[in-house]
Structure formats: C-alpha cells, structure tokens
C-alpha cells in the first residue's frame, strides 16, 4: 500500500518525489505501533498524533514538536489516498491515455496497435526487448517466458514514441519487475541498482537483492529513462 500511497500523492496530490517519499518513511515509523490501513479514520489520526505528542519526549528519532506537524500532514494525506479510491482514478486515467492513442488522426492502425499493446507489455514492444537482453537484464535469466517486459518511463507518462522505445525498457523476472514498478528499486546511470530504505535488511535478504546487482549493460539512451525513474517512481 505505501508504493500506491507515494505515486498517488506524485500523480494525483501535486505533491514532489522527494516530500512524497518523506511522508511514506515517517507512515512506515508510526505503523510499527499502529494499524494504518484502509479502515483508518480522522478519530484514529486524532489518537495517534494524541499518543505520539507524549511518545517524541522518551525517544531520540522524531522527537521535535515539527514531528508531530509532519506526522499529521501524512497522515491527513493518508487518509485523503484512502477515500480517493486510487485504482479507479489510475483505470480512467489509462482509458482516457488509450482514448487518446486510438483517436489520434497522426497514427496508422497498426501504430495505434502497437502503442496500446506495449502497456502491458506485449507485441513488438516485448518482441523487441527480447531480441535486446537476450534475457533478464539483471539476472540473464533466459526463460522468456518468465520474464516481463517493463517500462523504465511508466506507459502512462511517456509521450507515443517513447511508450515504444527499445531503451524505455527492460526484460525482468518478475519479482524485479514488480519491485521496480512499485519503486522499491531502481538503477543508478552506471546501471548499479539502488534499493529504497523502505526495504529492510530482512526484506533486501528474502528478495535475494545484494550489492552486487545491475543491468547486465548500460547504452546512453537508457540514461534519460533511468534518470526520470530515479526522479518520479523511485521510492528513495
């Protein structure tokens, strides 16, 4: 839920990258000691900050009377994500991006085709990211039927000719995939992958996520998509 909560508030909340993934670490610190979910209300938002106002005297971390504001502008935001329905706002906002697509006067059919099928990471979009890593850019695992083709620049933000780039994309097992769409991780422009400080070293051990993991090679176009990653989806 936090991925959903930080790209929520980067898409829809006009809020920056950087105070996005703010307010998620600070979320992350108060649900050790209570239950933030889909039933929260504004009387256990009131509770909470209640508790903590007397809690940051006895600790050394977010122990400033600004910590219990900032507590309070994530939590508030919180609850706005939880009464917004998210996924249905991200369901109209592809369909209105797909409207967009197979509207367009400028594209031919098949391009049209092309497009809507690169979202979910089909046609020759996949095709093409196969014949580039010859596998799983980190892992060179070569079961391409495992693997998912991923945008690095997310479908919906990229313009037509990026949403088909060969370097806007990368062939992923799945549970790299799934950690890079969420933004848990992302690649530095060496190709060096940085793990968010959201995983912990028992979360980065289970997932199999050491040191020593990159893209298997790097080319310059990649650079810009890496790059907007880093600064838009990654949870840092």
């Not at 929260?40 to 122990?63: F, G, P």
């Not at 062939?171 to 790299?176: A, D, G, H, K």
Request: charged letters at 25%; hydrophobic letters at 35%; a positive charge.
């Amino acid at each position: 839920m936090q991925a959903d909560f930080y790209h929520y508030m980067v898409t829809y909340g006009g809020i920056t990258p950087k105070t996005s993934s703010d307010y998620v670490t600070r979320l992350k610190f108060l649900s050790y000691d209570y239950d933030l979910n889909s039933s929260i209300t504004e009387e256990d938002i009131r509770h909470i900050l209640e508790q903590e106002k007397v809690k940051r005297q006895r600790r050394s971390v977010y122990a400033s009377r600004k910590s219990i504001s900032d507590f309070s502008a994530g939590l508030k935001k919180f609850y706005q994500f939880i009464k917004s329905d998210y996924h249905q706002l991200c369901r109209e906002t592809i369909w209105t991006k797909e409207q967009a697509v197979n509207e367009s006067p400028a594209l031919t059919e098949t391009e049209k085709q092309t497009i809507i099928l690169a979202r979910v990471g089909q046609g020759r979009f996949r095709s093409n990211l196969i014949k580039y890593w010859q596998g799983c850019a980190v892992s060179r695992c070569t079961k391409t039927g495992l693997l998912i083709a991923s945008h690095i620049k997310p479908w919906c933000e990229a313009t037509n000719e990026e949403r088909i780039d060969t370097f806007n994309g990368l062939l992923l097992l799945p549970n790299f995939d799934k950690l890079f769409d969420t933004g848990y991780i992302t690649f530095t422009s060496a190709g060096k992958m940085i793990c968010s400080k959201l995983l912990s070293d028992s979360d980065r051990e289970i997932l199999g996520l050491n040191k020593h993991l990159s893209l298997i090679h790097i080319e310059e176009k990649h650079r810009y998509y890496l790059k907007y990653h880093r600064d838009f989806c990654f949870l840092d």
